[in-house]
């Protein structure tokens, strides 16, 4: 946990952000709940999200990945593509988080991949399918975010996001 990794963003939205200031692959750490759940970002785009988590440290008492965990997962996923949807002037916050939970994991890595089912004004939505190293399918959820203006001292006071970009 905690090694360095990088996010693989697009060029355009790496400079708009690098003109504010922004380091934007430092907003996408997933915060401290994401640090303690070893979840790292790979990919990020409004289009699509990447991102994986182990199994391990992340169980419940019978020793399967616990559906938090992936809620979790699935939440951060979410945000950063309703936060790259929003663009610069915008903040993700989650008001929506469904989780359906398919089948269990009891160890490996499991891999999120989140995409954009409505990209709105004033609120995203993306559908996450987190699957395991066998490719079968994990979970599937979908996060709604609204999209709030960021306003100066948004942008100031974060970074740039307001907001976690783990979700609210």
């Known amino acids: 946990m905690g090694e360095q990794h990088a996010v693989k963003f697009p060029q355009e939205v790496l400079e708009e952000y690098a ?3 922004i380091d934007l692959p430092s907003l996408f750490s997933a915060g401290h709940l994401g640090e303690r759940m070893d979840i790292r970002i ?3 785009s409004a289009d699509r999200v990447v991102g ?4 391990e440290g992340n169980t419940q008492p019978y020793g399967l990945l616990h559906g938090g965990a992936s809620a979790v997962l699935a939440e951060t996923l979410g945000s950063v593509g309703a936060m790259m949807h929003g663009g610069i002037n915008k903040i993700a916050v989650g008001v929506d988080l469904n989780c359906t939970h398919h089948r269990g994991a009891r160890s490996g890595i499991v891999t999120g991949v989140a ?3 409505h990209r709105g004004r004033s609120t995203t ?5 987190i699957t395991d190293e066998q490719d079968k399918r994990i979970c599937t959820a979908r996060l709604t975010c609204l999209l709030r203006d960021a306003g100066p001292a948004a942008v100031g006071a974060t970074g740039g996001s ?6 609210a």
């Not at 994986?52 to 199994?55: N, W």
């Not at 939505?125 to 399918?129: D, G, L, W």
């Open 52 to 55: 994986t988590m182990p199994v």
């Open 125 to 129: 939505t993306f559908e996450i399918v």
């Open 162 to 167: 307001g907001e976690a970009p783990a979700g």
């Open 115 to 117: 995409t954009p089912v």
């Open 19 to 21: 003109a504010l200031g």
């Open 42 to 44: 790979l990919e990020a």
